[in-house]
């Protein structure tokens, strides 16, 4: 190992549609990043977006093979670019959440026993038993779902277990429909990996387990204790827990690299394989979340991610445990109206211009002077009702409000959704809370003033381009010393920081505490006339 070049790491994220990687040195700044797009560069897979959309409209895979010369692929090109593999002390990786791989009977023999010669595609073909993986776009297993909620109960009891009602994409419920209509494929596997613990396997030349983090994304693991939950697996397929292997902490050492890429490419023999784990939770290791801080993706939906102490798992959204601390958890909740309805209200109100947008914010006095709106342009997700909604300060629906009321109580409505539901989930603000926001309305200053004051906490900036691979890069770092007890935040104090862009205005707090207790109600009170 060339020591004198220094140490690097590697982080590997195997996404929708397409293979990433990056290496950061061991001072964490970032010298090598690489990809391979699936569509374009693996043309013979016939995937659009990396997926195959079937016939029904509701089943969705990826070749798995597709996946594995893709890793051949940017191997290759990392070596073609002149990287030097011998000086990677450790590498990670993470994978789109819930996928599924099913390994045939007898592959892990293969995986022992790899020939450097040749290719990794060429060597694993005919080692899936099923050629194209379920992936989390796939919505075809709606029986599967209320047949695992009845078996626990009612929805609530499997997200107080696994930290999630049953969703169609979620692997359990995958796992349940190929037991069901290919009981011969299912009993042919020998072992079901999750798309993060499958490209584990191959760097370890072994079957790597599934990490809590990701194994919380499968509606199987009760997030408590960390194993796998008998009455879920009974209610999926039998002989199911010896398929999946026990679960290990995110931040486990799972072993050496394998001799094939020693050989192949230049690895050090004592490289070390970190847990992989999925793309969401290597975001939040990428964006460095802490305690208290919360991470709000401003995108085409809305995502909040959170860090939890003490989580209350709801019907809505989800509870994972946290990938660089085993003794939290992560939420992650998806607002499904997001820039699509703030473009549609800034032609509307704005003229079409974010700046007339921005000088509204600004002219609106915080609070709206009480006025209230709930733009659900499409099925909302969180929660699932549809339908504008404006309120006056009294709570009276009111038929419409100003240009520049209207475009103050789209962006309040949205935050303080976004706080309610984060609440609900056991989020609390703490001394130190930051937000940090990324996505396209992240550039808005006055957006971003909002969230701010909103939250009661200053805001900062990110840049998330890479963020899922990058956080498997620190992962890798981590990895090497978190069983010494070294905390992921020391391990990573040398990254980049976060840029503030806004902090509270002076009295926000109080006029907000109120506006959250009434939106809390109005949002209930429309979710209980949509269900009549």
């Given amino acids: 190992m060339a020591a004198s070049r220094g140490s690097c790491y590697l982080g590997f994220d195997f996404s929708t549609q397409q293979l990433k990687v990056v290496a950061i040195h061991e001072d964490l700044d970032l010298i090598h990043q690489n990809n391979v797009q699936f569509d374009s560069e693996l043309k013979e897979f016939r995937t659009q977006g990396g997926v195959h959309i079937h016939a029904d409209g509701l089943t969705v895979t990826s070749p798995v093979l597709m996946w594995v010369k893709a890793l051949d692929m940017i191997l290759d090109k990392m070596k073609a670019a002149g990287f030097d ?16 791989v099913y390994w045939k009977k007898e592959a892990c023999q293969v995986l022992s026993r790899l020939d450097p010669e040749k290719p990794l595609h060429k060597l694993l073909q005919g080692q899936f038993a099923v050629e194209d993986s379920p992936i989390w776009m796939d919505s075809s297993t709606s029986a599967q779902c209320s047949n695992l909620e009845k078996a626990v109960g009612c929805a609530q009891t499997l997200a107080d277990i696994t930290g999630s009602r049953a969703y169609e994409r979620f692997t359990g419920n995958q796992v349940a429909k190929i037991h069901q209509s290919k009981p011969d494929v ?12 499958f490209a ?77 784990t999925g793309d969401n939770p ?4 990428g964006m460095r979340l802490q305690e208290g801080d919360v991470a709000v993706s401003l995108g085409t939906s809305d995502t909040v991610f959170l860090w939890i102490k003490e989580p ?6 989800h509870i994972f445990c946290n990938p660089v601390d ?22 509307a109100c704005a003229g079409g211009s974010w700046d007339v947008f921005s000088r509204s914010l600004r002219s609106t006095p915080v609070g709206n002077h009480g006025s209230l709106g709930i733009y659900f342009d499409a099925m ?26 209207e475009i103050r109580a789209l962006v309040e409505g949205q935050f303080l959704a976004k706080r ?76 980049p920081e976060p840029q503030l862009a806004v902090t509270p205005t002076p009295g926000a707090e109080k006029v907000y505490e109120s506006l959250l207790r009434r939106y809390a109600v109005l949002e209930e009170k429309i979710l209980r006339e949509t269900k009549q």
């Fill in 282 to 285: 290597a975001s939040l290791a």
């Fill in 85 to 100: 593999f011998s000086c990677v002390r450790a590498l990670s990786g993470s994978g789109q959440q819930h996928g599924s």
């Fill in 420 to 495: 309610v539901h984060a609440e609900k989930l056991g989020y609390k603000i703490i001394p130190g809370t930051r937000v940090l926001a990324t996505g396209g309305a992240s550039s808005n200053v006055d957006i971003l003033q909002v969230l701010s004051d909103v939250f009661n906490a200053p805001v900062y900036t990110i840049d998330v381009a890479n963020s899922a691979c990058l956080g498997c890069a620190y992962r890798a770092l981590h990895g090497l010393v978190a069983e010494a007890g070294v905390a992921f935040q020391e391990a990573v104090r040398n990254a």
């Fill in 186 to 197: 299912y009993s042919e596997t020998e072992r079901i990996s999750l798309v993060s613990s």
């Fill in 326 to 347: 085993c003794q939290s958890y992560m939420a992650l909740i998806c607002f499904k109206n997001g820039s699509l309805t703030r473009e549609r209200i800034r032609n």
């Fill in 312 to 317: 209350n798992p709801t019907i809505e959204g």
């Fill in 380 to 405: 909302e997700i969180t929660p699932p009702a549809v339908g504008i909604y404006r309120f006056n300060k009294e709570d009276q629906t009111v038929e419409g409000f100003s240009d520049e009321e």
């Fill in 200 to 276: 584990a396997s191959i760097f370890l030349g072994d079957h790597a387990p599934v990490d809590y983090s990701d194994g919380s994304g499968m509606n199987l693991m009760d997030i408590f204790s960390k194993q796998w939950s008998l009455p879920c697996l009974q209610a999926t397929a039998p002989g199911l827990q010896a398929k999946l292997g026990a679960p290990v902490p995110s931040t486990a050492v799972l072993g050496d690299v394998s001799s094939y890429f020693v050989k192949r490419y230049g690895f050090p023999m004592d490289c070390k394989v970190v847990a992989f």
